[in-house]
């Protein structure tokens, strides 16, 4: 028998862009809103992950999955359409997606290149911007956008360099994005997640002492798990988080509380 958490999300639809595999956190928050009885249209970046997504969607009765790039501006109007067409429109969306070139998630900060920098930048911050303004006329109302950070944007952690930068712009960008669309009354939220091994987290040097390090001095002396913050994702996607917009939400066993 599937395991069914609550009814919190019943009768919700969403998207969930950025799922690469089954650690992806996108994948972890996407079964947690199917527990929860939240429907689900899912994308995935291009043909090489295809293979990895169908047999997820099917696990969570998914059958809206759509090949989606999100740097492909022009197609972005059409996707929308279709999805409205094929699903209905939409209570949420969930935006976990980021790119850096890894060369670049070593060394110093201040070697990064134009290019990555504006690269970084784009897929993993203004993304989110241009894709809540296309998804605007086809959003059921009480929408809700969700995205995921790290504490980087807010502390120095070695090599995450350019990501770091991206990430403080992403948590600025969900405050202004939350002023726009609180008037319309839609509400904008980040999760800033501790580090879990993912194909992304992956690529960040040094990543296994990140969750040494957070393992060792966070409060709950522990590293978090997918699950949490698939709960958290869950808790503000309903109407149980209906007053919280404009905030980063941390799901870190505590660690960004620490000093020395
Ligand atoms: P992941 O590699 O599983 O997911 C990253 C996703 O971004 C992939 O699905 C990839 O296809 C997608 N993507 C990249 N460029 C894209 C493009 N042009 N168009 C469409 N999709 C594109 O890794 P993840 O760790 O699950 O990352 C998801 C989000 O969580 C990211 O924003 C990441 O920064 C954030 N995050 C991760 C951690 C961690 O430790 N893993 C911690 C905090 C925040």
Same mark, same amino acid.
């Given at each position: 028998?599937?395991?069914?958490? +609550?009814?919190?999300?019943? !009768?919700?639809?969403?998207?969930? /862009? ?16 199917? %527990? ?8 995935? %970046? ?18 809206? =999955?759509?090949?989606?790039?999100? %740097? ?12 409205? %067409?094929?699903?209905? #429109? ?6 976990? /997606? ?33 894709? =809540? ?10 929408? #809700? ?10 502390? /120095? ?10 990430? +403080? ?18 509400? /904008? ?14 690529? =960040? #040097? !040094? ?36 007053? =919280? ?16």
């Amino acid at each position: 028998m599937e395991e069914k958490k +609550s009814s919190i999300l019943k !009768g919700k639809k969403g998207l969930i /862009v950025g799922i690469a595999n089954e650690r992806s956190l996108a994948w972890g928050i996407a079964n947690c809103i199917h %527990q929860h009885g939240g429907e689900l249209a899912l994308t995935y %970046q291009n043909d090489a992950l295809k293979k990895r997504i169908i047999p997820l969607a099917t696990k969570v009765n998914s059958n809206n =999955i759509y090949e989606f790039d999100i %740097q492909n501006y022009e197609k972005t109007p059409s996707f929308f359409k279709n999805l409205s %067409q094929d699903f209905g #429109n939409l209570d949420f969306i969930v935006h976990a /997606v980021a790119f850096s070139d890894k060369e670049e998630l070593k060394g110093d900060y201040v070697d990064t290149t134009k290019n990555n920098f504006l690269n970084t930048m784009e897929i993993s911050c203004y993304s989110f911007t241009a894709l =809540i303004r296309e998804a605007l006329p086809f959003m059921n109302e009480k929408a #809700n956008f969700l995205t995921l950070s790290y504490y980087g944007a807010e502390k /120095v952690i070695p090599h995450y360099n350019v990501m770091g930068i991206a990430k +403080s712009a992403l948590e600025t960008s969900v405050k202004y994005l939350a002023v726009d669309l609180g008037k319309k009354g839609f509400r /904008v939220n980040a999760i800033s997640a501790g580090p879990l091994p993912t194909l992304a987290a992956r690529s =960040i #040097n !040094g990543f296994n002492d990140m969750r040494k390090a957070h393992a060792e001095r966070s409060p709950l002396k522990r590293n978090i798990t997918h699950e949490e913050v698939a709960n958290v994702s869950s808790f503000m996607l309903s109407e149980l988080s209906s007053g =919280i917009t404009g905030a980063t939400i941390p799901v870190d066993s505590g660690y960004g509380i620490m000093g020395i």
